[in-house]
């Protein structure tokens, strides 16, 4: 993936700042790759190979840690994440329908951001809300017993507050123009 | 240190004392307990919430509002508990912004409990039946869960209000030996599953030479299904961090660990909340309570690979690796994190233990089984009417868990399963409804106790299809280092997807036997050896069902969707309702020239909702299973001789 100009320097920015915070043990490895996660979204090729000069071990270490636990991303995240719960009480309740139903709607499949960066959608493997399945995670909000018509209201609630944001920006750039 | 023992207790009782006044000063006034956990929240308690707050500022109520964790109750959620002098405390559910509304102007301003909305009062009283005048009150026998829902997760002053922390006062003025003498007479087993007895686990470790030692809370609750482990420490962290100190205090560590799933945000911040806080009355750090005894606590945040629920995939998880698990013995007890002993113990397991300290041994292996003493905390999930968590003693049956606590099968339908003990476990069926759980008696039956997560199928549910479930499941989280575990489990999932999509060759049930016991015997870790039980279980206890897809092409739950087709009865369909035909997310269904509704079978995605909208008095959409191979109208209704509903 190629990066935006000025990204580079913003990632090193990021990683220095969460580098300066620990050690270079090798146990604050998942530590600081969590870190470094919450502030960029995503672990991009050039933070890894920052941690592993800076912690002094191979690329390949960071790398494989980086792949082995599921939560970490190697891509950057849509704006908004939807995370589809696929635990046993949700699967049996139909996850697997609400699961389809956001991969036709958003027309990519998981584990995909969408070309806009607007939605990426997740498969996760339990919240622990199992007896309100099924259950999906839209940004940090849990939304319990989803219907493939819900999936449609949750899509449409963020197309509408777009629609609206961006009325008002538009309002904006033209109250500017006055 | 035995001579500051009476300077100990005396440190404590005055903690106690005044987080006695406070927790009893609140109940001077009226007080609204909203639960929160995650499962709350989920069901929109924070609104809840925020609905009491509201209304009680409006009327200008002398009136406190408190978070606290899930009692249990989840199908019941949000929860509300209104404790009003004069009234018995009252708690009521489902509960949306409008009740909140109206309880607060009925029953905290004009003195009406709103009775039509209550599930339960907390206190026998002469209005209102208690939770132990329902079937489920009677099975279940709280003692990990006693307090949770109804103290605030975030005050410590709420947990030492209610004997917290007094088990710890007592085991710094015993011998540490005598500690791990009494939870080893205890009889307590590890709740993570595998129910290794934790007084041995803990003596081992306190024997071997070698220091630092370490103790480690292993919160990283990865089956699905299971929730327990999120909500006690939601609900109730300083339970579990009493706990911890505990085992480090009787294997003499100085440091320990919570390594908690990163999926659980809420579980961590309580607990770091709960760790500040013990540090500040002085249960935790430098000389606990005055004694010569340290220890300090740190969260490890877990980053999502169901395998370093493992012990030795869990050390190496903290060590900064991959979650690859090493061979046992060595164990962790005598070389664990860093090459040093160390105790690993469930969220559970280590809940226990306060208790038993404070009310002894015997006390413990009065409730329960001769070899499974104590209760066990389930998670009801899945098409069972009350849903949540229930703690009963070991030895209830399956039959009472299910009918008595959990009140039955969903929509009345029949019931065909239960999936228990999450990858690791197996799916019993009718005939082993009977049999006493404990951790025996499910190893018996072929699933496991796992960590207590007990999904209820129902006749819609396709055994095949679960059995695949868990095989994708335990494929994905395989971590690859033995090759029976990550090549096998591969195969065997293809083969069941096949079988689900109607493909199935008659030799592959025996086929899926063999790879199942290869992989048992191949295996290192738990994970592996255990993956192939559900398949083993659904193949013993529904091979008829396997037999279906693989020699009929049929769904007999109509579940698997290449086996089914969805078709509208004309007899059935109402000239004058559209409904289906909103619902369809892909317009796949059309009207008929003569008005009738029928579907496209090569549009149709096969999302249910055309089924779940047709309204309840035509109920005119069917599936059909063997699906029909084109669309003939009414012909290829007639034609199929499967079964439909």
């Known amino acids: 993936m190629e990066l935006q100009p000025g990204e580079l320097e913003m990632i090193r920015n990021e990683v220095e700042a969460v580098l300066q915070r620990y050690g270079v043990e090798r146990e604050n490895l998942i530590p600081i790759l969590q870190e470094v996660q919450n502030r960029l979204g995503y672990l991009p090729k050039e933070a890894m190979q920052q941690i592993a000069e800076n912690m002094k071990i191979p690329e390949i270490d960071v790398y494989g840690v980086g792949t082995f636990y599921n939560q970490f991303r190697l891509n950057p995240p849509g704006k908004h994440q939807i995370k589809v719960c696929m635990g046993t009480a949700c699967h049996m309740m139909g996850g697997h329908i609400i699961l389809d139903s956001f991969e036709r709607r958003l027309n990519i499949k998981e584990g995909e951001t969408t070309p806009d960066r607007e939605f990426s959608l997740e498969r996760v493997a339990c919240v622990g809300c199992c007896a309100l399945a099924p259950v999906v995670v839209v940004d940090e909000k849990v939304e319990s017993k989803v219907s493939p018509i819900r999936v449609d209201g949750i899509l449409l609630t963020f197309e509408i507050e777009k629609q609206k944001s961006g009325e008002e920006k538009g309002q904006e750039e033209e109250g500017s123009g006055q | ?645």
């Open chain 2, 1 to 645: 240190m035995k001579t500051a023992g009476p300077a100990i207790v005396e440190t404590y009782q005055q903690l106690k004392r005044e987080a006695r006044k406070k927790f009893e000063a609140l109940k001077e006034k009226p007080l609204v307990l909203v639960g929160t956990a995650t499962c709350g929240r989920a069901a929109g308690a924070l609104n809840v919430l925020a609905a009491f707050r509201e209304e009680i500022s409006r009327n200008q109520l002398d009136a406190g509002v408190r978070e606290v964790g899930c009692m249990g109750h989840c199908y019941a959620e949000p929860m509300v508990i209104i404790y009003k002098p004069g009234f018995p405390p009252l708690c009521y559910g489902p509960v949306d912004e409008g009740t909140a509304g109206r309880l607060v102007v009925d029953f905290l301003i004009n003195d009406d409990p709103c009775f039509e909305f209550a599930i339960a009062a907390l206190e026998p009283n002469d209005f209102f039946p208690t939770f132990s005048d329902y079937p489920r009150g009677i099975y279940e026998n709280k003692i990990i869960l006693a307090n949770c829902g109804l103290i605030d997760p975030e005050d410590i002053d709420h947990y030492l209000a209610h004997e917290g922390y007094e088990a710890l006062a007592k085991v710094l003025t015993m011998d540490p030996a005598a500690v791990v003498a009494e939870i080893k007479s205890s009889k307590l087993r590890g709740r993570g599953g595998a129910g290794f007895p934790t007084g041995i686990k803990w003596e081992t470790c306190r024997n071997t030479s070698g220091t630092p030692k370490y103790v480690i809370c292993n919160a990283d609750e990865g089956d699905p299904g299971a929730f327990m482990d999120r909500a006690l420490l939601e609900s109730n962290p300083h339970q579990v961090l009493e706990g911890l100190i505990i085992a480090a205090y009787a294997v003499g560590a100085s440091q320990g660990y919570i390594y908690v799933r990163a999926e659980y945000p809420l579980a961590v911040t309580r607990v770091k909340t709960a760790l500040e806080q013990a540090r500040e009355r002085g249960l935790l750090g430098e000389s606990i309570l005055g004694s010569d005894f340290s220890f300090d606590i740190k969260i490890f945040q877990g980053s999502g690979a169901f395998v370093c629920g493992e012990e030795t995939a869990l050390i190496a998880s903290i060590e900064g690796s991959p979650g690859i698990p090493n061979h046992r013995p060595p164990f962790p007890a005598t070389s664990g994190l860093r090459g040093k002993p160390t105790v690993i113990n469930n969220v559970k397991t280590l809940s226990y233990v306060p208790h038993i300290i404070r009310k002894g041994a015997e006390w413990f292996r009065s409730i329960g089984t001769e070899n499974s003493p104590g209760t066990a905390v389930f998670a009801l999930a899945g098409k069972v009417n009350n849903t949540g968590l229930a703690e009963v003693p070991m030895g209830t049956t399956l039959r009472q868990l299910l009918y008595d606590v959990g009140n039955g099968i969903k929509n009345d339908k029949r019931f065909k399963a239960v999936q228990i003990g999450g990858p690791s476990g197996g799916c019993l069926p009718e005939s082993a409804l009977d049999i006493p759980i404990d951790f025996d008696s499910l190893q018996q039956a072929g699933a496991m106790m796992g960590s207590g997560g007990l999904v209820v199928l129902d006749e819609d549910d396709c055994m095949v299809e679960i059995a695949r479930f868990f095989l994708d499941f335990t494929q994905k989280e395989s971590c690859g280092k033995c090759t029976f575990c990550r090549l096998g489990t591969k195969q065997m999932l293809d083969i069941l997807t096949e079988i689900t999509r109607g493909r199935g060759r008659p030799e592959d049930i025996d086929l899926l036997w063999e790879l199942a016991e290869d992989i048992k015997a191949g295996s290192l870790c738990g994970l592996g050896k255990t993956a192939p039980n559900p398949v083993l279980t659904t193949i013993r206890y529904f091979r008829d069902e396997y037999e279906a897809h693989i020699q009929e092409g049929r769904c007999p739950a109509l579940m698997c969707k290449e086996l089914i087709t969805y078709y509208i009865v004309p007899e059935k369909c109402s000239k004058l309702c559209n409904v289906c035909i909103g619902s369809c997310p892909v317009e796949a269904i059309y009207t008929r020239p003569d008005m009738l509704k029928a579907i496209y079978l090569d549009k149709c995605v096969k999302c249910n909702s055309c089924m779940v909208a047709c309204p309840p008095q035509y109920q005119a959409v069917i599936k059909i299973s063997p699906p029909i191979v084109e669309d003939k109208g009414d012909q290829a209704h007639e034609q199929t001789s499967g079964n439909n509903r």
